[in-house]
């Protein structure tokens, strides 16, 4: 069976425990594991809150494409297991993650839902999969099983998830620092929430001396562009606006930068897609009898921060309509190569924007 996107968050939330194997699958890598991970909890702790841990690393095998491959056998033979200290009569599942790329692991998954265990959830994380992909059909078209697809977030659902995660941890934002924020937050899932558990450390806890006498901490939009200027040095815009202006050396130390910090190349690349998108909007805008200036401001949502305006505009006059979109498929190249098992995406990334940066120098 199979979900569609906006189905997704309601499965995630109350899964349906007859269904033996889920397939999570898209272009945003962030979400695919932060539902997984989701879906893994709620079977080893029998959709209880009181799970004890030790049962749980028990009851949980994590394998990948390339020994699964070797091995058909595996997959089945890892789900009927049980553990010796299992408890017989705890509504607990067994949980299989299995970790694969396109239609490696297809055969292998087919063969297993012929007859799967039914003690056991078997959870797949895999990349962006086409209608056409063995995987998908062999999941989509089996009633114990469901497909459930990850594509970035819009800047909409990122503000609702943002502003959702920051009251259930007692905060409140403001609007102004909400849109200052999601100018930073990423499509990606993954890069979202480190960006908001950093901003939850950086403001400090419900009832903490910086807001005394408060039910609920309110964050301000000086909160936000104090805890963006602590890390602007990392920042995905530094980067972003290196690599569209030209700035070779500027591109490759915010990438790295960015590497060490632990944020993801796929997302580096996303954001980067999503800017250049952007500019080919303005360009498009322009081209319909609007000012610069107006371009900027229906092309670009969020709003810029107003620091970044002139270097945008910048940008547009380096960037036309064919270049942008022969940098777009740059990107999406890239982005394509980075989800290959094995890939080294952080030389893919660094490589896509040094085109890019000497692209816009020409």
């Known amino acids: 069976m199979k979900l569609k996107a906006h189905q997704v968050e309601g499965f995630i939330k109350s899964p349906d425990p007859n269904i033996l194997l889920v397939l999570i699958y898209g272009s945003d890598l962030g979400m695919i594991r932060e539902h997984a991970r989701t879906l893994a909890n709620h079977a080893l702790s029998g959709g209880t809150q009181d799970a004890d841990p030790m049962a749980g690393a028990i009851e949980r095998v994590d394998l990948d494409a390339a020994t699964l491959a070797r091995d058909p056998g595996l997959l089945r033979n890892e789900a009927a297991s049980v553990s010796m200290f299992a408890d017989p009569n ?99 899932r993954g890069v979202t929430r480190q960006e908001l558990e950093r901003l939850a450390l950086f403001v400090g806890p419900r009832g903490s001396e910086k807001r005394a006498g408060r ?39 915010a990438l790295t930068r960015l590497s060490l910090a632990g944020t993801p190349a796929p997302a580096v ?43 945008v505009e910048r940008q547009i006059s380096l960037w036309p ?15 394509t190569s980075c989800r290959e098992t094995g890939s080294p995406d952080v030389t893919l990334a660094a490589y896509a924007m040094l085109r890019l940066a000497r692209a816009a120098k020409r």
């Open 321 to 335: 309509k064919a270049k942008i979109s022969t940098a777009l498929n740059i990107i999406h190249e890239t982005e």
């Open 269 to 311: 690349l996303n954001r980067l897609r999503t800017h250049f998108q952007n500019l080919h909007l303005a360009q498009g805008h322009i081209e319909n009898g609007m000012s610069r200036n107006e371009a900027m401001r229906a092309a670009f949502r969020p709003s810029l921060h107003f620091k970044r305006v002139s270097t």
């Open 90 to 188: 705890s509504q607990n599942r067994r949980v299989v993650m299995l970790r694969t790329n396109g239609d490696q692991n297809a055969q292998i998954v087919k063969d297993y839902l012929a007859d799967p265990v039914a003690e056991a959830l078997v959870i797949i994380e895999a990349s962006k999969l086409t209608p056409a992909s063995k995987l998908r059909k062999a999941v989509e078209s089996d009633k114990n099983s469901m497909a459930l697809p990850c594509f970035e977030d819009d800047p909409g659902t990122i503000q609702r998830l943002a502003r959702a995660w920051l009251e259930a941890e007692g905060f409140r934002i403001e609007a102004a620092a909400m849109d200052r924020l999601s100018q930073r937050l990423g499509a990606d």
């Open 215 to 253: 039910d609920v901490v309110m964050i301000t939009l000086d909160d936000v562009e104090q805890m963006i200027g602590d890390g602007a040095a990392a920042s995905v815009e530094n980067m972003i606006d290196a690599v569209a202006g030209g700035m070779l050396n500027d591109a490759d130390q």
